[in-house]
């Protein structure tokens, strides 16, 4: 079992910055491939970022590369999404997801085992 808070969340002008942090509880965390996905009104929930267990590999959604940034601290049993260049159509909830297979990082929804409840980002035009 796992649970997972995001944090970090709020309104922010385009072109402006933002960290996103999920907390992790678990006691195999530095195992856990971590990843974010990201849903906007009236759309499917998408593949934001991942990260392996290790901090050595990262995936990234071609709409955020080159802008967003995910990275892990493990012994803070937390993970980050660093985003800047913030545009409009980056407005979402973002949620932090753990796999069914807790090992590798999952790039659907219907790969992921464990949600957090989300945090919001507002992106002002």
């Known amino acids: 079992q796992v649970q997972l808070v995001e944090s970090g969340g709020g309104l922010v002008q385009a072109g402006g910055s933002l960290r996103l942090s999920c907390a992790a509880s678990g006691r195999t965390f530095s195992n856990y491939a971590m990843n974010w996905f990201r849903q906007a009104p009236g759309k499917e929930r998408e593949f934001v970022a991942g990260v392996s267990w290790s901090g050595g590999s990262t995936y990234y959604a071609d709409s955020v590369k080159g802008r967003f940034t995910i990275s892990r601290a493990n012994a803070k049993n937390t993970v980050y999404l660093q985003m800047n260049s913030l545009k409009p159509e980056d407005t979402a909830v973002y949620s932090c997801?753990?796999?069914?297979?807790?090992?590798?990082?999952?790039?659907?929804?219907?790969?992921?085992?464990?949600w957090g409840q989300g945090t919001q980002v507002t992106v002002a035009s």
């Open positions: 997801a753990v796999g069914k297979d807790t090992r590798v990082v999952v790039t659907t929804t219907q790969r992921v085992g464990f």
